[in-house]
């Protein structure tokens, strides 16, 4: 379950850098292409519009990964009244049972957007097949 997201946050690494701007720019281009292909086709029009988004869906799973298996620890600091909390098993056996639900739930959101994306990818394939 983990060999997806590692990959992906491997492969966007070093691309992660102003992660929302590019996604903007990506996304404004696809506006632009799929406006200029409506002229043409309006399937060709969906299949740019849907696609793109599909993609845009998959490199913002790629930058949620990147942010996720590049979290930093937290720092213990300089707050000494908060040392013997963080020397309490309670608090440790607490953070190891967060940590699991944290990333449980960080993999269901994964796949369930890489499912998404895909089925978003077909949508103008799926509704020319079903003649809606």
Partial sequence: MDYLPKLFAEKFNAKHQ????????????????SQLANGFSQFLSEIIFFTGFAVVQVVMMGFASV???NKSKISKGPLP?????????IFCTIKETCKRL??????????????????TALFPILARVFNS
């Fill in 18 to 33: 102003h992660a929302f701007f590019k996604l903007l720019g990506l996304m404004l281009l696809i506006f632009i292409l």
């Fill in 67 to 69: 942010n996720y298996f």
């Fill in 81 to 89: 009244f908060l040392t013997p909390l963080y020397a309490n098993p």
């Fill in 102 to 119: 944290y990333h449980t739930l960080f993999l269901m959101i994964f796949h369930a957007f890489l499912l998404t994306a895909c089925l």
